[in-house]
């Protein structure tokens, strides 16, 4: 069993950084895959960013790339998301998920534990 815990978020003017930190309860979180997730209002949850259990591998959605970046520290059971020039239509609840396995390429559904979420708001 693993708990997550977001947080770091907030507000943030266009083109601004945040840093978003998933602190996790269990002993066993290097063996996680993590990952981060968004939803904004009325849309269906969509992938941000995965790393490996231990951070040598990481993957990102198109939409990021270049701008965000995923790391990890086992010691810390911490994972976090660094975000670099948000945009408006970044405006979403950020969630961090973890999963058994190895691969980074998998659907929302396909992650075993969740986080409560944390808010990011972009102004224009």
């Known amino acids: 069993q693993v708990q997550l815990v977001e947080s770091g978020g907030g507000l943030v003017q266009a083109g601004g950084s945040l840093r978003l930190s998933c602190a996790a309860s269990?002993?066993?979180?290097?063996?996680?895959?993590m990952g981060w997730f968004r939803q904004a209002p009325g849309k269906e949850r969509e992938f941000v960013a995965a790393?490996?259990?231990?951070?040598?591998?990481?993957y990102y959605a198109d939409s990021v790339k270049g701008r965000f970046t995923i790391s990890r520290d086992n010691a810390k059971n911490t994972v976090y998301l660094q975000m670099n020039s948000l945009k408006s239509e970044e405006t979403a609840v950020y969630y961090c998920?973890?999963?058994?396995?190895?691969?980074?390429?998998?659907?929302?559904?396909?992650?075993?534990?969740w986080g409560q979420g944390t808010q990011v708001t972009v102004s224009s």
């Open positions: 790393i490996s259990w231990s951070g040598g591998r990481t």
């Open positions: 998920a973890a999963a058994y396995g190895s691969s980074l390429y998998r659907p929302p559904d396909e992650y075993n534990y």
């Open positions: 269990g002993r066993t979180f290097s063996s996680y895959v």
